[in-house]
């Protein structure tokens, strides 16, 4: 899935925009732990987590789209991390669930 | 009512170290006289403009005392630097706020009632100078300008603090590396393809956090380590990294490469953990509700390094320091690619 169909599957808007990113499973969860316990790559990652350190997990699982759910601001400093590493962050104003019945043609993380 | 909207600076890396010529020597008595020779020499060897933060807000000088308060207020600062084009006029202080109200005269203009006997910091001066500054006035920040009197940037005792504080880890971190040589922990001769590279990790600084992993995830790929098992590196690379910065004093972060093993090991200066059992177990965390709440802190750091590694090992000892090591075996494939 591109960037793009991501966007609009979700009605959201891109917050960082990396044109090339792509997504080709799905993970939804807030703690970060999680995500770099269970996620994989080339995931799209569904959370409310919208800070510095989800740009930092998301590198290193491999995630390069990012839906923030509840239209939660991004905050610059991870706006900029995003661009430096390649990740596309998408706002919606869905909840997580929403957000995950949104995508769902995604198959989930395999694992 | 105008709304004024703050304009924001973004200071320009300029090169003005001529400002030194022209500047007294440092009077080392002004730090107190006995600093250490490492901060001393830090404290030389760093300039104004590395640690101030060079995103400044401000209002002309026509803006009212209001606008002032309310950009104060949203922005959480204490004093708010009155310039136009990038030349600094004075600075409107919280207490000149409460002034204000106390007097009526809030809806006035900042020019009327803003600090124009100002304190300054050149951006070429060694931290030194920023330091005896601090000593000296009771201001909780200085303006910086470059030398063509343009104001670059605010710099702050919390800014000098956090520099100082990084670069001693730093620092820290040589020597250990220089004490473990002269052990004999050092590089064994024999092993051709070896490397090791160390990151400080600071207590409590998540923004930074990740910064190790991330670094180590590049290093892998230059080494050419498969993309699988570098992924696995970088998972328990990040989390011990992370339980670092959110459990311990601080400590140190070490990647090995090596031709049949990559190693992680991350020590720290304590407090140590009681139950080792307790703590490696899945969803048992001793975190607060800060850390929760961005989604760490779950009690999943340590399973998930052990669940990744071939190899896991973690000894503390209560108020002195615990060492947690990571071995991943490398397979002949990538051997080979890596040759």
């Known amino acids: 899935m591109t960037l793009d169909e991501v966007k609009d599957a979700v009605a959201g808007n891109v917050a960082v925009d990396v044109p090339e990113a792509q997504a080709s499973c799905a993970y939804a969860s807030d703690l970060l732990s999680d995500v770099m316990g269970h996620s994989g790559e080339g995931a799209v990652l569904i959370t409310i987590q919208n800070h510095l350190n989800t740009i930092a997990v998301c590198t290193l699982v491999g995630t390069e789209i990012i839906v923030v759910c509840h239209n939660r601001e991004i905050p610059p400093d991870m706006a900029e991390a995003a661009k430096r590493e390649g990740v596309a962050i998408v706002t919606t104003p869905l909840s997580q669930f929403a957000a995950s019945v949104a995508l769902s043609s995604l198959p989930p993380v395999a694992r | ?339």
């Not at chain 2, 640690?51 to 026509?62: C, F, G, Q, T, Y």
């Open chain 2, 1 to 339: 009512m105008e709304g004024y909207k703050p304009v924001i600076l973004q200071g320009q890396q300029t090169n003005d170290d001529e400002i030194l010529e022209k500047s007294p020597p440092i009077d080392a008595s002004a730090l107190g006289g006995d600093s250490s020779v490492i901060i001393m020499e830090l404290l030389q060897r760093f300039k104004v403009r590395d640690v101030m933060k060079r995103k400044v807000l401000s209002v002309p000088r026509k803006a009212s005392l209001r606008e002032a308060q309310r950009i104060m207020r949203e922005s959480r600062i204490s004093g708010l630097p009155i310039s136009e084009e990038g030349r600094l006029y004075g600075i409107v202080s919280v207490n000149d706020i409460i002034l204000a109200l106390d007097g009526g005269w809030i809806e006035e203009s900042c020019e009327d009632h803003m600090a124009t006997n100002l304190v300054v910091l050149e951006a070429g001066m060694p931290l030194s100078f920023a330091l005896r500054y601090f000593n000296n006035y009771s201001y909780g920040r200085f303006p910086v300008l470059d030398s063509n009197r343009q104001l670059v940037g605010v710099i702050s005792q919390r800014d000098v603090m956090r520099a100082l504080l990084y670069e001693l880890s730093v620092e820290i971190r040589k020597l250990e590396r220089k004490t473990a040589a002269i052990t004999g922990e050092g590089e064994p001769a024999h092993n051709v393809n070896y490397f090791r590279r160390e990151y400080a990790v600071v207590r409590n600084d998540l923004s930074s956090a990740g910064h190790a992993a991330n670094e180590i995830k590049k290093l892998l790929k230059e080494h050419k380590v498969d993309r699988v098992v570098a992924r696995r590196i970088a998972v328990a690379a990040y989390e011990l990294e992370i339980n670092i910065c959110i459990h311990s004093h601080g400590g140190i972060l070490t990647l090995v490469i090596q031709d049949d093993a990559v190693t992680i090991t991350a020590k720290d200066r304590g407090p140590g953990i009681a139950d080792i059992e307790w703590a490696c177990r899945d969803g048992t965390s001793t975190a607060n509700d800060w850390i929760r709440s961005l989604g760490f802190g779950a009690g999943m750091g340590l399973s998930n390094s052990k669940r990744v590694s071939d190899e896991f090992e973690i000894k503390s000892e209560v108020g002195k320091y615990t060492r947690v090591t990571c071995v991943f075996r490398l397979n002949k494939q990538a051997e080979g690619a890596a040759q």
